[in-house]
């Protein structure tokens, strides 16, 4: 077995775990394969074990990525921050938007947005207040939320969060995940699709789970430690 088939199993193993521990199904939670830093030949063997998403952070290099596997059907995650200027290359190459948190970039990637199928959006939300990363509060949450529901070519479909390393993630995790319903029922008549809740990583997935998360993102117990 390759490393990554071994992290791979491993990996279920833990989701599965985690899922009889806080009574869910396992098959409501995707796993989104984080594989910034990791080459083309590893998601090639990634997607031999049979993953279709994949997490980018940083655009040149999520391009090149692109673009090298375009002949299989996978679904591109955009998990970086959103330059303004760059828009238009993220909704080329992306399906996703995980990163979102100004109603600016919002109304450009709208805006720029030329394929049939629209694209699909995370409100990243930042509750704990980290300086050190994106995301809005709860005000900012539902401002974008409705923002976003007069724009066609966008379909809100949930949260996402990174919480940071102090946060205590069970009390952080159940925080986004109750902000999520509240806005799912604060917007009901409005929303098609509010079934994504993107949070938990290597570290802390099991804790995501149990708080109700249905994507978690996992970079380096999937692939290894991230080449710099
Ligand atoms: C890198 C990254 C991950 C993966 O983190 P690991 O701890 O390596 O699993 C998940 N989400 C985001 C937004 C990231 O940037």
Not at 2 to 27: F, K, Q, W
Not at 87 to 111: G, H, Y
Request: proline fraction near 3%.
């Amino acid at each position: 077995m390759s490393n990554i088939e071994d992290n791979y199993n491993r990996l279920l193993d833990r989701i599965l775990t985690a899922c009889v521990a806080s009574n869910r199904d396992p098959r409501d939670i995707e796993l989104l394969a984080v594989s910034k830093t990791k080459s083309v030949d590893v998601i090639t063997q990634a997607i031999t074990l049979g993953l279709v998403q994949f997490g980018e952070n940083y655009l040149q290099e999520a391009v090149e990525k692109t673009q090298q596997l375009q002949q299989y059907d996978l679904h591109w995650h955009f998990i970086g921050r959103i330059q303004s200027n760059k828009c238009k290359l993220i909704t080329d190459e992306f399906s996703w938007v995980q990163t979102l948190d100004r109603p600016k970039i919002a109304t450009r990637l709208n805006r720029l947005h030329s394929k049939p199928d629209p694209l699909n959006v995370l409100i990243q939300v930042n509750l704990d207040a980290d300086a050190n990363k994106g995301g809005v509060d709860r005000v900012g949450a539902a401002e974008l939320l409705e923002q976003l529901l007069s724009l066609p070519n966008l379909v809100p479909r949930g949260l996402m969060t990174i919480l940071a390393k102090s946060t205590d993630s069970r009390a952080g995790y159940d925080s986004v995940a109750q902000l999520h319903l509240e806005l799912g029922r604060q917007f009901a008549s409005d929303l098609s699709q509010w079934d994504t809740l993107s949070m938990g990583m290597s570290a802390d997935l099991e804790d995501a789970i149990n708080a109700g998360a249905t994507m978690i993102r996992v970079g380096t117990d999937l692939f290894g430690a991230r080449n710099s």
